[in-house]
């Protein structure tokens, strides 16, 4: 499938790579159907919207920033995703690249995804250490 995306111009996508929000994504909520990209910056990624090449959203692995990040969400919110137990749940967070160069991380409003049917959306975490706006720091993993 061919895709027009923000940051790469028409690219071929496998149709592994889609990912449906049945709801949308807050603000976006007229848009259901996207693919998920790898970055040419690791660790980053893509959100590109299928539809309107004008929506992307750039995604991080929240975990990279805040190693004690915890997305604590209704059981019966996820399952309705398919999401049964954690191991089928992946969970990005979106950046914000600021004017200035800066970048923000929102670990308030998570995207989760279910790994196997690739149904995804928005959660809003109540637990107020998380806001929308948290200063992206990428931690160094060391095995």
């Not at 790898?38 to 893509?46: D, K, V």
């Not at 670990?107 to 975490?125: E, F, Y």
Request: net charge negative; with cysteine.
């Amino acid at each position: 499938m061919e895709v027009l995306t923000k940051a790469y111009g028409q690219v071929e996508i496998d149709e592994k790579q889609k990912i449906v929000f049945p709801e949308g994504l807050y603000g976006f909520e007229n848009i259901k159907d996207f693919v998920f990209i790898a970055a040419e910056q690791a660790p980053f990624f893509y959100l590109q919207s299928i539809t309107d090449k004008d929506v992307a959203f750039i995604l991080i692995d929240p975990f990279l920033s805040c190693p004690d990040y915890e997305v604590d969400i209704d059981n019966e919110e996820i399952a309705a995703i398919g999401i049964h137990a954690p191991e089928d749940a992946l969970v990005f967070a979106i950046v914000t690249i600021r004017p200035d160069g800066t970048m923000t991380v929102n670990l308030q409003g998570p995207l989760v995804i279910d790994r196997k049917s690739k149904v995804g959306r928005q959660a809003i975490l109540s637990d107020p250490r998380w806001k929308t706006q948290h200063k992206l720091e990428i931690i160094e993993k060391t095995c």
